[in-house]
């Protein structure tokens, strides 16, 4: 298994050996073929500098994929060949949420914060963050303390910016900033 965001390297080692024993690495040909999901890929171009290796650079290969390697050996002096193949499976990478600042706030009353996660990324998208990436932000709001809630006496401010990852928060609710300050 590997991620998306991951270089895919693969290397391999050939040789003959002959009656007597010895190693030979010369006279050997190597050749790659790439199945995604089965199916011949021939897209992916290796940019390994030797052709017994095969190398992606990140973000070559898609998510929830299954791609078979297969390195194929042919002996220039004969008919012979041999192969052996490997099955690599891309998982989805995670989402990571990132909220700009301090990781707790305190409002007085009638103080205004404003929260800002278009820092957040997907790691199976390359270099875009935010809506950009194609992320959408739902923000929610309650007390932790002293007493746990659902409600937690701002208002959020304007709801329109929070789907671009910002949103400002109003404390209006005279009862929980009181509650806050005993």
């Not at 895919?8 to 030979?24: D, I, K, Q, R, W």
Request: aromatic share 8%; glycine share 6%; hydrophobic share 40%.
């Amino acid at each position: 298994q590997m991620r998306r965001m991951s270089t895919l390297s693969l290397m391999s080692t050939a040789y003959l050996v002959n009656c007597a024993g010895s190693v030979n690495y010369g006279g050997i040909t190597n050749r790659w073929e790439v199945r995604r999901n089965g199916v011949l890929e021939s897209s992916l171009v290796s940019t390994a500098k030797e052709s017994s290796n095969f190398n992606l650079p990140a973000y070559s290969l898609k998510v929830n994929t299954i791609y078979e390697f297969k390195l194929i050996i042919n002996v220039a002096v004969s008919s012979l060949s041999s192969s052996a193949a490997v099955s690599v499976v891309v998982i989805p990478g995670e989402v990571v949420a990132v909220i700009s600042g301090a990781s707790s706030f305190t409002l007085r009353y009638n103080d205004t914060l404003t929260l800002d996660a278009r820092s957040s990324y997907d790691e199976d998208v390359n270099g875009l963050y935010g809506a950009a990436a194609g992320l959408t932000f739902v923000w929610t709001c309650s007390t932790v303390s002293p007493v746990l809630s659902d409600s937690c006496g701002v208002r959020m401010l304007p709801i329109t910016t929070a789907a671009a990852g910002t949103i400002s928060l109003h404390a209006n609710d005279i009862s929980a900033v009181n509650a806050v300050n005993e």
